[in-house]
Each structure stands twice: as structure tokens, then as C-alpha cells.
């Protein structure tokens, strides 16, 4: 069995910052692409930033230069820092992981819980 827990949300004023972390547990064998994904009232789950295995990342347009991705192998852990922090960034954060469980099992997608993120004055 495989858990993501994630932390490091809250309520944040305008241009603040906050750093999001989830750390996956359990029977794992390898980890593939990680990546943060969030929800806002009345809209579709959006991609907001993906890592690689080989630390190659993707960012949505609307965080780019604001938001970096990384990742801890060794913690088996992926790390969203946001800075310059918009209302618009209010959401719902969840993290995601490719993750293989066993050398002849193939990667499958692992949701974390969620953690709200709320930007206002």
C-alpha cells in the first residue's frame, strides 16, 4: 500500500509565499514523474507543475516564474515552493506520483489528500 501526505498549506496575504510538501510511503520500488495539481471552487482540476525522474519540469503558464518544483529522491518527496502568491492561486493543492510497486508492476498514479491553499488580505 502506498500513501502521499502532503503539508505546508494555509492562509497566505497577497505576494507571501508558502512551500507545499507530500511524502509518499510504503511498498515502493521506483517513483516516475511527481507532480501538484489544484482545484478551485467551481472549476476543473488543473495541472500547476510536474518534475521528471530526470528533473526535467513542466509549469502551467499562470505560475511560471513563481512556483518551483523539486523532488527528494531519497525522501521520496516533492516540494512546491510558490512565491509572489496571487488570489488567484486559491485552491485546493493536491500532489501526484507515478509510482511502480514492485520490479514487474507497472507505474500507476497516486493522489495525496489535498491541502488548502487560500491567498487573501
Known amino acids: 500500500q502506498v500513501q502521499l501526505v502532503e503539508s505546508g498549506g494555509g492562509l497566505v496575504q497577497p505576494g507571501g509565499s508558502l512551500r507545499l510538501s507530500c511524502a509518499a510511503s510504503?511498498?515502493?520500488?521506483?517513483?516516475?514523474?511527481m507532480g501538484w495539481y489544484r482545484q478551485a471552487p467551481g472549476k476543473q482540476r488543473e495541472l500547476v507543475a510536474v518534475i521528471q525522474s530526470d528533473g526535467s519540469t513542466i509549469y502551467a503558464d499562470s505560475v511560471k516564474g513563481r512556483f518551483t518544483i523539486s523532488r527528494d529522491n531519497a525522501k521520496n518527496t516533492v516540494y512546491l515552493q510558490m512565491n509572489s502568491l496571487e488570489p488567484e492561486d486559491t485552491a485546493v493543492y493536491y500532489c501526484?506520483?507515478?509510482?511502480?510497486?514492485?520490479?514487474?508492476?507497472?507505474?500507476?498514479?497516486?493522489w495525496g489528500q489535498g491541502t488548502q491553499v487560500t491567498v487573501s488580505s
Open positions: 501526484n506520483e507515478e509510482i511502480k510497486t514492485g520490479l514487474f508492476r507497472n507505474y500507476r498514479d497516486y
Open positions: 510504503g511498498s515502493i520500488f521506483s517513483i516516475n514523474a
